[in-house]
């Protein structure tokens, strides 16, 4: 055995190399580096490629050796304990899972609830109002109806559907408190009798509960002109004409007919 001391050339430790038999390279017992030899006496080098690619290949079959051990040894267990083991080896995955796709549902359900529990406090306002409408409570009736409606974020058929019902019932309790006072509705809006006959216009207002009622001439009608005997010119109702068909009047307002005749 013939040995020589050196030097490595990577970690500078002393070693002692053995040549014996014209090796031509040798390893260092401290870092492990590939030495390369001459004649043993004169020249030295080493090569860190050739060690590094040793290394990643040792590396590389160890991590192959330990990934197999493992997956024996989760053959061999339980299967709660080995879904508790992939749980918490996914546990990133399932809480951004969560994350993407659970936040978006549990949006939009909470939505849905909001929108229920709105439409639950409508209807049982209904249920309320019709008390108050049965006990002829009708100012407090009134007042909770004006507040019967949807918000503008809710669909617009929905929306819809509850302001009618609204409306409905808002005139509903107008026409109970107005008759409640003693209250009557002409038969017609003041825009629509011209051109009525006299007689079934009074006969109308007189039907409908109004006791004052005139009626005056317009002397106007020359032969040739398109205007028949007892045409209705307009209909005053304490003075206006510019009233509606769901307007509320006292039983004795002044309801003027004027009507046209021959000169």
Same mark, same amino acid.
């Given at each position: 055995m013939k040995m020589i001391a050196m030097t490595c050339p990577q970690c500078k430790a002393n070693i002692d190399v053995d040549t014996t038999g014209n090796r031509s390279f040798a390893f260092c017992q401290y870092c492990g580096s590939k030495i390369l030899l001459d004649d043993g006496t004169k020249h030295i080098k080493f090569s860190y490629e050739n060690v590094a690619k040793v290394r990643k290949i040792e590396a590389e079959q160890q991590d192959k050796a330990l990934q197999y051990q493992q997956e024996e040894?989760?053959?061999?267990?339980?299967? +709660?304990?080995w879904v508790r083991r992939k749980a918490r080896k996914n546990s990133f995955f399932i809480i951004y899972f969560i994350a993407?796709?659970?936040?978006?549902?549990?949006?939009?359900? *909470?939505?849905?609830?909001?929108?229920? !529990?709105?439409?639950?406090?409508?209807?049982?306002? !209904? !249920?309320?109002?019709? =008390? /108050?409408? /049965?006990?002829k409570d009708y100012d407090k009736a009134l007042y909770k109806a004006n507040s019967l409606r949807l918000? $503008?974020?809710?669909?617009?058929?929905? +929306?819809?559907?509850? /302001? @009618?019902q609204r409306e409905d019932l808002i005139n509903h309790i107008n026409v109970l408190k107005a008759k409640e006072n003693g209250k009557l509705k002409p038969p017609m809006s003041g825009? =629509?009798? &011209?051109?009525?006959? !006299? $007689? $079934?216009?009074?006969?109308?207002?007189?039907?409908?509960?109004? +006791?004052?009622?005139?009626?005056?001439?317009? @002397? %106007?009608?020359? =032969?040739?002109?398109? @205007? *028949?005997?007892? %045409?209705?010119?307009?209909? &005053?109702?304490?003075? +206006?004409?510019?009233? *509606?068909? /769901?307007d509320w009047f006292d039983p004795d307002a002044e309801v003027v007919v004027r009507y046209h005749t021959s000169v």
């Amino acid at each position: 055995m013939k040995m020589i001391a050196m030097t490595c050339p990577q970690c500078k430790a002393n070693i002692d190399v053995d040549t014996t038999g014209n090796r031509s390279f040798a390893f260092c017992q401290y870092c492990g580096s590939k030495i390369l030899l001459d004649d043993g006496t004169k020249h030295i080098k080493f090569s860190y490629e050739n060690v590094a690619k040793v290394r990643k290949i040792e590396a590389e079959q160890q991590d192959k050796a330990l990934q197999y051990q493992q997956e024996e040894k989760e053959a061999d267990m339980p299967l +709660t304990q080995w879904v508790r083991r992939k749980a918490r080896k996914n546990s990133f995955f399932i809480i951004y899972f969560i994350a993407f796709l659970g936040l978006p549902i549990i949006f939009f359900a *909470s939505l849905m609830i909001k929108h229920n !529990v709105k439409v639950h406090q409508l209807e049982q306002l !209904v !249920v309320e109002i019709q =008390a /108050d409408i /049965d006990n002829k409570d009708y100012d407090k009736a009134l007042y909770k109806a004006n507040s019967l409606r949807l918000a $503008d974020d809710y669909s617009s058929e929905e +929306t819809e559907s509850w /302001d @009618k019902q609204r409306e409905d019932l808002i005139n509903h309790i107008n026409v109970l408190k107005a008759k409640e006072n003693g209250k009557l509705k002409p038969p017609m809006s003041g825009s =629509a009798v &011209k051109g009525q006959n !006299v $007689d $079934d216009i009074v006969n109308s207002f007189k039907n409908n509960g109004f +006791t004052n009622i005139k009626t005056e001439e317009i @002397k %106007d009608i020359i =032969a040739g002109l398109l @205007k *028949s005997e007892g %045409d209705v010119e307009e209909v &005053k109702i304490n003075g +206006t004409t510019g009233y *509606s068909a /769901d307007d509320w009047f006292d039983p004795d307002a002044e309801v003027v007919v004027r009507y046209h005749t021959s000169v």
